[in-house]
């Protein structure tokens, strides 16, 4: 099994500038995660998508943020009007609750932003 | 509301070294699940061990092993004889239905 893909691997913006990052899924996981980690911090849950429906977001996650599942597959977690404090790593988890899946996150390599 | 807490920020163990990484979690779920990660300089979070609520057998692993106490709340990590390849940054993460909640991590480095 090919495990989750993320790109690009590195960004480097500047300030106000709209940003995208996709994450591919192992194939067949229903679920799919995106999380955010600073540096000297433990991952902070963003948003997550059974299938193609996202059910819940965090207040993490504000009016520029915003994820998308359109096909249940790939995801794409877009940032606009970028800021300094968005310098993160996004992380991408996927798993399965179907046919015994017990919801273990398999996470991708992550994006890392950086914003000038 | 949950928590996980790791109150071990950084260890620094000779290789061979036996070391135990804590973890401390609060919930008021009754049904919930226990995990660790280990996220190396690569970067990417590397899925270790899950373990829910009822189950409260200690587990092995190779080098690994792991004590859940739902008493006290715990579920600690035990490499035995360590090498330099287990160094890393270690999470425990706590998931009730869905979303998991990780520790802000321990950083062990293992030197030869």
């Known amino acids: 099994d090919t495990g989750v893909s993320q790109d690009p691997r590195h960004k480097i913006t500047k300030r106000g500038q709209n940003v995208t990052f996709r994450c591919d899924p192992i194939s067949e996981h229903n679920r799919l995660y995106w999380y955010r980690q600073t540096l000297g911090q433990g991952p902070e849950f963003l948003t997550y998508?059974?299938?193609?429906?996202?059910?819940?977001k965090s207040r993490l996650l504000s009016d520029r943020f915003s994820a998308e599942r359109p096909k249940g597959s790939f995801s794409t977690l877009e940032i606009q009007r970028t800021e300094q404090g968005d310098s993160a790593m996004y992380l991408c988890?996927?798993?399965?609750?179907?046919?015994?899946?017990?919801?273990?996150?398999?996470f991708g390599p992550g994006t890392r932003l950086t914003v000038l | 509301a949950q928590k996980v807490t790791q109150a071990q920020t950084e260890i620094s163990v000779v290789e061979k070294e036996d070391v135990t990484l804590d973890c401390v979690y609060e919930?008021?779920?009754?049904?919930?699940?226990l995990f660790w990660y280990k996220q190396p300089p690569s970067g990417e979070l590397v899925f270790l061990i899950r373990?829910?609520?009822?189950?409260?057998q200690n587990e092995i692993s190779g080098r690994y092993s792991w004590n859940f106490q739902k008493s006290t709340s715990s579920f600690n990590f035990t490499i035995t004889a360590s090498q330099v390849v287990d160094s890393a940054v270690y999470f425990c993460?706590?998931?009730?239905?869905?979303?998991?909640?990780f520790g802000t991590g321990t950083r062990l480095q293992v030197f030869p």
């Open positions: 993460a706590l998931k009730g239905t869905d979303k998991l909640i």
């Open positions: 998508f059974q299938n193609e429906a996202q059910l819940e």
């Open positions: 988890a996927s798993s399965s609750t179907v046919a015994g899946g017990l919801d273990t996150q398999y």
């Open positions: 373990r829910n609520s009822f189950d409260e």
């Open positions: 919930t008021r779920d009754t049904t919930y699940y």
